[in-house]
């Protein structure tokens, strides 16, 4: 075999192997960091799973009532309910309280002030009649 060939060929079978040992190593580097990521992930899931297991024993029902009943609250009654077309508009709100002041022809200026809304009737929830 002559010298001239071989020379290709061998630069060729060089440049495969470097080629190869670089794929090896950047396969190999993905593999720690895939690993590396599956053990962080698991930490999560079990910080999730003891922040869930926290949340429900704070939220456990006695716990609550207790609680409750140190700040002063009491339980909702039925007479406090109030139906959603009791409610005043929201548009209304956004003038209730505030005044605008206007420049008559005669050039005075005078303020005009936004009667306040009442606030809604408390009474027993109805179930959908009209109102009286």
Do not use: C, N, Y
């Amino acid at each position: 075999m002559s010298v001239r060939p071989a020379l290709p060929v061998g630069i060729a079978a060089l440049l495969a192997a470097m080629g190869v040992f670089e794929l090896k190593r950047v396969v190999h580097e993905r593999e720690r960091e895939l690993a590396r990521l599956e053990r962080a992930i698991a930490e999560e899931r079990g910080r999730i799973r003891r922040l869930r297991a926290d949340l429900a024993w704070l939220a456990r029902p006695e716990r609550l009532v207790t609680l409750a009943q140190q700040l002063g609250l009491e339980p909702a009654r039925t007479d406090r309910l109030v139906r959603t077309e009791d409610l005043p508009d929201a548009t209304a709100l956004l003038f209730a309280g505030r005044s605008l002041t206007v420049e008559l022809d005669a050039g005075e200026a005078i303020e005009l002030r936004f009667k306040p809304l009442p606030a809604p009737r408390l009474g027993p929830a109805r179930a959908g009649g009209p109102r009286p």
